[in-house]
């Protein structure tokens, strides 16, 4: 197969969430900025261990065969895929697609991507959210917080450092629902975050796994949090106090080793700042750590997201223990839940977040995701309540 790709500047200042139609809508933006995209041109789904580099393989392919007209020439123009990856090797499928028509904007730069001339739909008004029946997901809370006990224990044992364990939720809706009306609610309520959907995929994640651009090479590192209670002054001194926290300090220190150790064999010129700040978001205060670094060999963005992947603000530390821990304990299967989430250009140029914060519909079904990095000194109650707070954006993105 080859395509035909034509991109072309738009003088357009609307908000880019209002050009998806209902039909396989696509997105990555963050206040105001991002590409919407939608259909498919052209889609590979892989699995297993080699899901990341035979989906790189075969997008790598089709753009040395396609016809590309670029006249803007900007990370995210000419030929782009979506795509969102499971999170483990098994089980789980992984989704590279490029859509017909993407449209995008970067600063005051507005363009549009066509791909064989695919004609853009007029979008229909979005569907109000349909009524919603909440269970609970894999494990109740007695048995999650069992778990979560367990995992301290092996970890006080010696075991390991960290592990992350997540739980879900699950929605049932009376018919499918339209992701336009909570992606637009995500995207107002949560502008710190990159509000995404891709094949079912979406939420609002405030943790950027990798974005390469032109050369320049940036991760958000995420770990250690602390619930918001909505009062400034009260807000203002949990902040403090989760900066000074050992506990955290302990969690998002595995997290940022485990990025910036993965990121040293492709760049050069590394940025590792000592301290972490504190990234405020609606529902909750995380520990962040920018890490930046100049690309020396030429992996793609979704090369540098599969070798980051999986790292320890949802791994754990080290990296294979955490997994055997999870897939043990978790009883449940995390499917795209935490894998990357994002884009990537014919140049190599993209952005990969992590897919947290996020759900995926199945039909009428929705799984909400969640999860808590646990180290030794983690009490079990509390992170029941931090997941809790993880889960908020989504569902009041959906009205729950
Ligand atoms: C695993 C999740 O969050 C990660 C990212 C930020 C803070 C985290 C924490 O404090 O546990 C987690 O490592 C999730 O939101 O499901």
């Known amino acids: 197969m080859s395509l035909i790709v034509r991109t072309t500047r738009l003088s357009a200042s609307d908000d880019l969430l209002d050009h998806l139609p209902e039909d396989y809508p696509l997105a990555w933006v963050r206040r105001g900025e991002g590409l919407v995209a939608f259909g498919r041109a052209a889609e590979i789904r892989t699995a297993g261990p080699t899901r ?35 999170f483990a090797d098994e089980p789980g499928h ?27 739909p007029m979008p229909e008004p979005v569907a109000p959210t349909p009524d919603l029946a909440w269970s609970d997901g894999a494990l109740d809370r007695e048995t999650w917080l069992e778990t979560v006990r367990n995992a301290v224990s092996r970890i ?16 049932t809706t009376a018919e499918p629902i339209d992701v336009r009306g909570p992606l637009r609610r995500l995207a107002a309520e949560y502008p710190n975050t990159w509000t ?39 807000d203002l001194a949990l902040a403090a106090a989760l900066a000074r926290s050992s506990k955290d300090l302990e969690e998002h220190e595995y997290a940022v080793e485990s990025v910036a150790s993965a990121l040293e064999a492709h760049c050069s010129s590394m940025n590792v700042p000592e301290a972490p700040y ?8 995380h520990l962040a750590t920018d890490v930046t670094g100049v690309a020396h060999d030429s992996s793609t963005a979704l090369e ?18 955490a997994l055997a821990l999870i897939t043990e304990l978790e009883g449940m299967d995390r499917d795209r839940y935490a894998g990357p989430v994002g884009w990537i250009d014919a140049s190599g140029d993209g952005e990969w977040g992590i897919a ?22 983690s009490d079990a109650d509390a992170e029941w309540i931090e997941s809790e707070a993880k889960f908020v954006p989504v569902r009041d993105a959906l009205g729950g």
Do not use: Y
């Open 52 to 86: 990341f580099s035979d989906a790189g393989k075969w997008f790598a392919e089709l753009a040395a065969r396609s016809e590309v007209t670029d006249e803007v020439d900007e990370p995210g123009t000419g030929l782009v895929a979506f795509g969102a990856f499971a």
């Open 156 to 171: 006080q044992h010696g075991d390991l450092d960290k592990v992350v364990l997540a739980r879900d939720l699950i929605v």
């Open 304 to 321: 540098l997201a599969a070798s980051l992947h999986p790292s320890a603000a949802v791994g754990g530390t080290p990296t294979e223990a």
């Open 278 to 285: 504190v990234l405020h978001l609606p529902n909750v205060m």
């Open 196 to 234: 995404f959907h891709v094949d079912g995929l979406f939420g609002a994640t405030p943790e950027l796994l990798v974005r390469r651009e032109r050369g320049l090479v940036t991760s958000r590192v995420l770990a250690g949090t602390i619930r918001r209670t909505g009062d400034d002054g009260q």
């Open 94 to 120: 992984s989704t590279l697609i490029v859509p017909e028509m993407v449209i995008g904007r970067r600063g005051a730069t507005t363009w549009i991507t066509t791909v064989n001339d695919a004609l853009q």
């Open 356 to 377: 947290l914060r996020s759900a995926q519909i199945t039909g009428n079904q929705i799984r909400l995701f969640a999860g808590c990095g646990i180290v030794g000194s």
